[in-house]
């Protein structure tokens, strides 16, 4: 048995119905009646929460590998920058005019190799990351 309902749909609503129901080539009956029956449905709720945790797990893996990219850009960064400060020396006053022209030069030459990376995608993460497989691989050999 089927029952007789009138209701009335915004306006961008139904034009959507029409739209979708056009592309799909099934009536706007079907639409609302497959529609009706997935939002009334028991199991409804179990779905889209199934799919909210799915999208919630997949958003908390990149979020940790994010987390994980940052940690090791900053133990990197930190590592250069007591490496330098320990192992370069001052400079006296005479010296300091031409450091700084030569650092400018440098510095160039590293923001342009920083683009030449980016620009062909080999980052520095991935070729840590082989490294120390490569580094563990020969330890577990010589065990």
């Known amino acids: 048995m089927r029952g007789k309902?009138?209701?009335?749909?915004?306006?961008?609503?139904?034009?959507?119905?029409?739209d979708y129901a056009t592309r799909k080539h099934v009536s706007r009956v079907l639409v609302v009646e497959t529609a009706l029956e997935s939002y009334l449905s028991p199991d409804g709720a179990?779905?889209?929460e199934a799919a909210?945790?799915?999208?919630?797990?997949?958003?908390?893996r990149a979020i940790e590998r994010l987390e994980r990219h940052s940690t090791i850009t900053n133990?990197?960064?930190?590592?250069?920058?007591?490496?330098?400060l320990t192992h370069t020396p001052p400079l006296p006053d005479t010296a300091q005019t031409v450091?700084?022209?030569k650092g400018r030069e440098?510095?160039?030459?590293?923001?342009?190799?920083?683009?030449?990376?980016?620009?062909k995608g080999t980052m520095l993460l991935d070729e840590?990351?082989?490294?120390v497989e490569a580094a563990k691989a020969v330890d577990s050999a010589r065990e």
């Open 52 to 60: 909210l945790a799915r999208r919630l797990d997949r958003m908390t």
């Open 5 to 18: 309902y009138t209701f009335r749909l915004p306006s961008e609503l139904a034009v959507r119905l029409d």
């Open 106 to 119: 440098r510095y160039e030459g590293f923001v342009e190799a920083v683009g030449r990376r980016l620009a």
């Open 46 to 48: 179990d779905r889209l």
């Open 75 to 84: 133990e990197t960064l930190a590592l250069f920058v007591r490496f330098w």
């Open 128 to 131: 840590i990351t082989r490294e």
């Open 99 to 101: 450091a700084q022209a």
